[in-house]
């Protein structure tokens, strides 16, 4: 993320650009344009060397007006209470979207985990749940993982809140592990939710999936299965990239090879028959569709000007910044915005908080086809009112919808 740029400023404008269009009244803007409460926490971990160390964690509750908020936690360096606060605001708007009924959070913790061992990562992951542990839980808050999070992370952190409630509580927490709780489908949903809106997008432009060539920033889970999924589609996978670099090839890549590769390496940079053209030069190649599944700020209006996709689909949270939006939207390229693209992962880790409070399970099958018949739906409304109104991009058209639901149900619920 750029130091010259904050997202929770960014949020705000896409809000009230869409209140705006709707034409509300402003006491939805005053509501909404601040999360109901922010939470900041000194957490100290004792380290492997005997020594205590304290690291500063945030958990953000934007909007509660459809139910419960929801939203991942995050362990990065570069974490700032802006930037939860913002990606909290974005949950709302990618659960109203998505038409579940979550309002939107996020929490994070500023640590680099690359530098921590394993103990000193579960010690830090239970601290913090401990010390958010009043404000979360399955009929308030229902974190989930994030950038640099996992399953086993989520595991410890569920693990503790059931310690410090004294019952076993799973639907405090998604994208745990099968074996305590945890969804199928869960770890593909967000790749396979872009790869089912890409579809429905691909076929309003006109677009070929069959032999279509694809670029994506950024190779973690979201990036990789997207990948995958696109390959089997018949799409070409000509570039990926990773913090460490790029890895392009006109003829094609195959993206189970590159990720066994990564595996084995740590990075996409070096495959074999690849050139390195950079993480950031993956946004400007000539390609049919474009994936940012890295992290904000990637399309800047510095960048957007050389964008050569027809399509870009926004697997990372905020990746394109509304200068740049402009930009693409003029010149003719259809942004799939992130609160529509990746909202399949938190369409399953809601499939996997109903599991978990009513004690039966899906197959992977049946959470596949919920989730698809759920992304069309969403992706129609959207592109509906983006027609409706003539004038606007899928991001705004997609703000509109979301604003649209939180604010009927503010409107009832006599908050405004």
Partial sequence: MGNDFNPFQMAQAQLKAACDKLGLDPGYYEILKEPLRVLTVNI?????????????????????????????????????LDEVKAL???????????????????????????????????????????????????????????????GQIMAWMMDEFSKVKQFNAPGVITGKPLIIGGSRGRNEATARGCMYVIVEAA??????????????????????????????L?????????????????????????????DTT?????????????????????????????????????????VKAKLVAEAANGPTTPEADKILFENGIMVLPDILANAGGVTV?????????????????EVNDKLHQVMVQAFSNVYNMYQRYGDIDMRTAAYLVAVERVAQAMEVRGWV
Avoid at 51 to 71: C, E, L, M, W, Y
Avoid at 107 to 121: D, H, Q, T, Y
Avoid at 211 to 229: D, K, P, S
Wanted: proline share 6%; charged share 20%; aromatic share 10%.
């Fill in 266 to 306: 740590g990075t996409v940079k070096g495959y074999p028959g690849s050139e390195d053209i950079g993480n950031a030069g993956v946004l400007t190649l000539p390609c049919d569709i474009l994936i940012p599944a890295a992290l904000e700020n990637q399309i800047t209006a510095a960048v957007a000007p050389e």
């Fill in 88 to 150: 909290s605001m974005w949950m709302t708007f990618k659960c109203g979207v998505v038409g579940i009924p979550y309002g939107g959070g996020k929490g994070g913790v500023i640590c680099n985990p690359k530098e921590l061992s394993k103990s000193e990562l579960e010690r830090l992951s239970r601290n913090y749940f401990r010390a958010i542990a009043q404000i979360v839980g399955p009929e308030k808050d229902i974190p989930a993982p994030d950038v640099y999070t996992t």
């Fill in 349 to 365: 880790s809601y499939f996997e908080w109903v599991q978990n409070l009513m004690g039966y399970y899906w197959t992977e099958e």
């Fill in 44 to 80: 100290p971990v004792k380290m492997d060397d005997g020594t205590t160390k304290t690291f500063i964690g945030f958990r953000s509750q934007h909007n509660d007006a459809v139910g419960p908020t929801k939203g991942g936690i995050r362990f990065h360096p570069d974490v700032t």
């Fill in 203 to 232: 076929a309003k432009i006109g677009l070929s999936l069959e032999g279509a060539t694809v670029a994506i920033q950024g190779y973690g889970n979201a990036g990789r299965i997207a990948a995958e999924l696109l390959s089997g």
């Fill in 234 to 262: 018949g799409c070409k996978i000509v570039a990926v990239s990773d913090s460490r670099g790029a890895a392009y090839n006109p003829a094609g890549i195959d993206p189970w090879a590159i990720g066994q590769f990564k």
